[in-house]
């Protein structure tokens, strides 16, 4: 993709009129054969783009851009004949590469075009540019310098004790490697030494940094000129790599990743891919094109269908009679906005049978609405009918709203993709096409692109929102009848029946319910932080001796490393700026008051515009209340997470964090929070898990777990355990189930990394069934391809076994942590399901309103704490059965704070 998009880039904005794109063969070179240590040491092809490479060539080749190899001769070599022979027939050239070595091809009439890369912007160097870069009188001198400096990327030894600084002085003064070399009498030291010793080797090195004028291979300008590329060879390369954006940007809208044709492809005598019309130039590449297996692309025009206006009360009825006989029906809602709590409905669309679906239109007025609406109420009510859907809360949310309590046992097709691929986009349009090779109406063919001027849902004509809307319950039913055998498939059908399907009620009660906020808590919150900020501002100041913006990271990284001199090795970000992100302060702030300050600064800033002072913007005008929305199929953990507000970011950690929590009150006087907590989840459900004695007797025992762990690493009594002891022994049981190392566990704790790997080798003694279930999960993970929770939810690790070791440590933090995080996860959803059953079968009248990380928060009458409160305590516990006890923390308050 970054290929493909900087050649796009490349046509687009320099409109070449010739090209062609140069590789490298496997095949020894000259300068192989006379020094056996070139690029000998070179890093190995990374894997990806090893297996990229294949796909390149057919990229360059749907261009219609000759590719170039030739036998026994570098790129190099090829591009630099190519220039020289262009150039005398009168051709400007541009050899586009980052490469150093190029510099010596620039003339008048070649260029070097450096392309845009880390964020910095492409560059044009020519003669002008190259000499100033490399301090020299005439470019063939570039050739002097890296013969002296050497390139230890390639295995060019250069001469030893010679860096760039040294290189471009001594050219300066003797013009040349072999002047050099014959005035080294001048020179002085270690530096004569060296140039004498070492003189041979220079020359050689200035040898292989010549870029080879001569390669026996001829400039075809018919060859190389520019033409359209060829439709029927990129189209079904850019659906087989999913390339959507970059297909309509080539193709125009009408581009889908279904939309692949046969193709008929000419060869050379070797099997080689030739354009039509095109001069074929030395290509060594076998098998280039093998075309994905043609798919019809299907739409709306292609498929015969049956969609039908149900806009009387007479067609209505119809469709009510039809629906009150089925087993299941796919419905969907159509709304004038993405906001279930705030919108308006346009019209309901119904499906029983592929091919066949109704559309129900509803007028403005809100009467109205809910006159038609009463009269689908008691099908959608009806709880022995079950209901199918594509993002179903959205649906069950918005319904509430005109006071339909959708009932019946749900298929919600975005959830069942969550279950069968949890790492991928779960959109109704990509599900589509990825699963029916169908390409959906979209929802900017009706309404525009998203923006300040897209339009609503209520302005589109009826018969267009007809066909939108009712392929969407047509097509959602479809995806129903392929995901039900491929739940089958991955033992998924007991998670999303048991717990993501029945959640969904959960989750659309406690959005439609939301929460509370004090808003004069939160504005005199709100001042007392300008005040600190203030005042942090100014020490900052003044430690820095100068005002700048704290909140620019260029600036700020100017004042740390520059004028302060904090860390002399300090990294830069791509694009040549300091980095200053909280992992970088973080491990300064032990050595600097000012960076503690800034972390504090950052701190109270982002606390005061995110929550702050955001929360009262997002009061519902109907409800008074904020209802934040939960997303089910995100983590691919099953971890839920929340936005507007983002609740699960809301700071636990501080002091001043948590005040933000105060905010968060009963709904009247005549209520109170009450919260529930998990306490150290995951730590027992990896002790449950592996099976470990003796972490599971510290917990059959109640004993503090840090302390205990501490106990048995450092082979004392838990009397006998210090703070700092149980310390280093929860950074251990924390750090241990995300993979940490010991330089991990040195630096967060301050210690030499001898004494980290110490602990980290005494907690493995100490607790051997954790060992065992690390070796053991990677090993079922390599075998299988993914590691699964207690309630069979699969994580897919697809690098467990790559060759690159960071991408494959990674894979295997992720197999040590899935199952403990997805337990958990799940352990929650269980809970959350049965407390809301349980509410709901006593009719009592207190609501669940949040779920953030391990905790459950509800608003409960007074005279309901004492009842909830065990319902609440019995169903998290027993979610999941354990060996291991699950402990559970409950308390009561004014405020959610105050719960906690």
Same mark, same amino acid.
């Given at each position: ?96 590469? /980052? ?10 009439? =070649? ?48 001469? /030893? #004790? ?62 190389? *000129? ?14 087989? %790599? ?39 130039? +030395? ?64 019209? %309901? &669309? ?96 009706? =309404? ?35 995901? *039900? ?16 399907? /029945? ?26 932080? *300008? ?34 001199? %904090? ?82 970011? =809301? ?36 002790? @449950? ?19 205990? +762990? ?72 390599? @075998? ?7 309630? #069979? ?8 076994? &790559? ?26 959803? =269980? ?70």
């Amino acid at each position: 993709m970054g290929f493909t998009n900087t050649l796009l880039e490349v046509l687009r904005k320099e409109k070449p009129t010739h090209m062609a794109v140069v590789f490298d063969t496997e095949a020894p070179t000259e300068r192989h054969t006379e020094f056996e240590a070139y690029k000998a040491h070179r890093e190995a092809m990374p894997e990806d783009l090893s297996k990229a490479l294949p796909y390149i060539f057919k990229v360059v080749l749907g261009f219609n851009i000759p590719l170039i190899t030739s036998d026994g001769y570098e790129a190099d070599d090829i591009i630099g004949t190519l220039a020289k022979k262009a150039e005398a027939k009168g051709y400007q050239v541009y050899c586009m590469t /980052p490469d150093k070595d190029f510099g010596q091809l620039v003339s008048e009439n =070649i260029f070097v075009y450096k392309p845009a890369r880390m964020g910095n912007e492409m560059e044009i160097l020519g003669v002008k540019e190259i000499l100033e870069k490399w301090e020299i009188e005439r470019v063939d001198q570039v050739i002097d310098i890296l013969g002296l400096w050497g390139d230890a990327v390639d295995g060019i030894p250069g001469i /030893p #004790g010679i860096g760039e600084k040294t290189a471009k002085a001594l050219i300066k003064q003797y013009g040349s490697v072999e002047e050099i070399i014959a005035h080294s009498h001048e020179l002085k030291g270690k530096q004569r030494e060296n140039v004498e010793q070492f003189a041979e080797q220079g020359l050689m090195s200035k040898r292989l940094a010549t870029i080879n004028l001569n390669v026996p291979v001829e400039l075809d300008e018919a060859g190389l *000129e520019m033409c359209a590329p060829s439709k029927d060879l990129l189209e079904p390369l850019f659906a087989e %790599l999913e390339f959507r954006t970059l297909g309509r940007r080539v193709f125009g809208d009408d581009f889908s990743i279904t939309e692949t044709k046969a193709v008929s492809i000419q060869t050379d005598l070797f099997g080689n891919p030739v354009a039509e019309g095109r001069t074929t130039l +030395t290509v060594d590449v076998e098998d280039i094109y093998e075309p994905p297996t043609p798919v019809e692309i299907k739409n709306i025009n292609t498929v015969p269908h049956q969609y039908y206006l149900a806009d009387t009360f007479e067609k209505r009825a119809g469709l009510i009679a039809i629906l009150k006989q089925q087993k299941n029906f796919c419905f969907d809602t159509e709304t004038t906005g993405t906001d279930a709590n705030q919108c308006e409905l346009v019209g %309901l &669309s119904f499906a029983v049978k592929p091919g066949e679906a109704w559309y129900v239109p509803v007028p403005v007025d809100d009467a109205e609405i809910r006159k038609i609406v009463l009269e689908f109420k008691p099908v959608l009510e009806d709880a022995a009918i079950g209901k199918t859907g594509q993002n179903l809360k959205f649906d069950i949310l918005m319904l509430k709203w005109y006071d339909v309590e959708v009932k019946g046992d749900l298929f919600d097709t975005m959830m069942a993709h969550y279950i069968i691929d949890p790492d991928t986009r779960h959109n109704m349009d990509i599900l589509s096409e990825n699963y029916l090779s169908y390409k959906p109406v979209s929802i900017t063919e009706l =309404i525009g692109a998203k923006g300040k001027n897209q339009g609503s849902m209520r302005d589109v004509e009826i018969e267009k929102i007809k066909e939108y809307a009712a392929e969407d319950a047509d097509i959602t039913l479809q995806l129903r009848n392929v995901f *039900e055998p491929k739940l089958k498939e991955v033992e998924g059908e007991k998670l999303i029946h048991g717990m993501e399907h /029945p959640l969904i009620y959960v989750l659309a009660d406690i959005e439609y319910e939301g929460v509370k906020i004090d808003h004069d808590t939160l504005k005199e919150f709100s001042k007392q932080l *300008e005040i600190d900020i203030a005042r942090l501002e100014k020490i900052v100041y003044e430690k820095a001796g100068v005002r700048f913006n704290i909140a620019s990271p260029k600036q700020l990284g100017e004042v740390l490393f520059e004028k302060l001199m %904090l860390d002399p090795k300090a990294k830069k970000t791509k694009t040549g700026q300091y980095q200053t992100g909280e992992d970088v302060l973080l491990a300064l702030a032990a050595k600097s008051d000012i960076v503690r300050d800034i972390l504090d600064y950052r701190q109270l800033q982002k606390l005061k515009s995110t929550y702050v002072d955001a929360l009262p913007t997002m009061v519902n005008a109907k409800t008074g209340r904020v209802h934040t929305s939960y997303n089910q199929a995100v983590a691919a953990t099953g971890r839920l997470s929340s936005t507007n507000p983002n609740l699960q970011n =809301i700071p636990i950690k501080t002091e001043r964090g948590r005040e933000v929590r105060k905010a968060f009150i009963p709904r009247d006087s005549g209520h109170t929070i009450v919260s529930a907590d998990y306490s150290q989840i995951e730590l027992r459900i990896i002790a @449950e898990i592996s099976k470990d004695a003796n972490m599971m007797d510290a917990f059959v025992k109640n004993l503090d777990i840090h302390t205990a +762990t501490a106990a048995n690493v450092y082979g004392i009594t838990l009397e006998e355990v210090t703070s700092e002891q149980r310390r280093n022994a929860k950074a251990v049981n924390f750090g241990i189930i995300y993979g940490q190392s010991a330089f991990g566990l040195s630096q967060s704790l301050g210690i030499p990394r001898k004494e980290a790997a110490e602990i980290i080798d005494n907690y493995f003694a100490q607790f051997p069934g954790i060992k065992n279930y690390m070796s053991d999960t990677m090993n079922f993970a390599r @075998e299988n391809g993914y590691v699964t929770t207690l309630m #069979g939810r699969r994580r897919y690790l697809r690098d467990i076994n &790559s060759a690159n070791a960071t991408v494959r440590g990674f894979a295997e933090r992720n197999a040590i942590n899935a199952p403990i995080q997805g337990s958990a996860a799940d352990m929650i959803k =269980i809970a959350m399901i049965n407390i809301h059953r349980e509410f709901k079968s006593r009719n009592l009248d207190a609501r669940m309103t949040m779920q953030v990380h391990d905790e459950l928060v509800f608003d409960v009458p007074h005279h309901e704490v004492e009842v909830v409160k065990p319902i609440i305590m019995e169903c998290m516990k027993n979610a999941i059965k354990t060996t291991v006890p699950i402990m559970v923390e409950i308390g009561t308050g004014d405020n959610w704070l105050e719960a906690h």
